[in-house]
């Protein structure tokens, strides 16, 4: 158990230290601020860290996209926490928006729920995932639209 809660701990570690990054420059990122108001300085060392990880998962989406832009595929984030990945790539990425693509975020309830709270008090990042669609929210830590899966 309190193994599990040190784990949870780093999906807001994470979050802080991409969005104080995000602030300084090293990469874009709209989205990580809606999930935590805290802003934290961080050394510099943290900040190339944080953009070394951004930079390296973006870049292997996107060449996993490339390598098969005629297929459906899916993309599957086991511990996803907070992250911001697909709403990047739905809002930035043509290759993303073009695909069939199912990306699926899986975590802890605890760190579901959480996120379903901010997404359901995002009108914008809820456009990026349901478009026309109506949402869907099957159970307090879960939903469920054509691209996007979030579950517990």
Known sequence: KMQDEATKRTANDALISKIYAAK?????DDYSKLFNKKERKMMPIINRGTWTRVFSVRSLISRFLEKFKDDEVQILSLGAGLDTN??????NSDQFKE??????????QDIVINKLSVIKENTSLEKLIFKEESPE???EDSLISARYRLIS
């Open 137 to 139: 929210y099957p159970s």
């Open 99 to 108: 695909m069939n693509v199912k990306y699926f975020e899986v975590d802890f």
């Open 24 to 28: 300084l420059k090293y990469f874009t």
């Open 86 to 91: 697909y709403f990047d790539h739905e809002e």
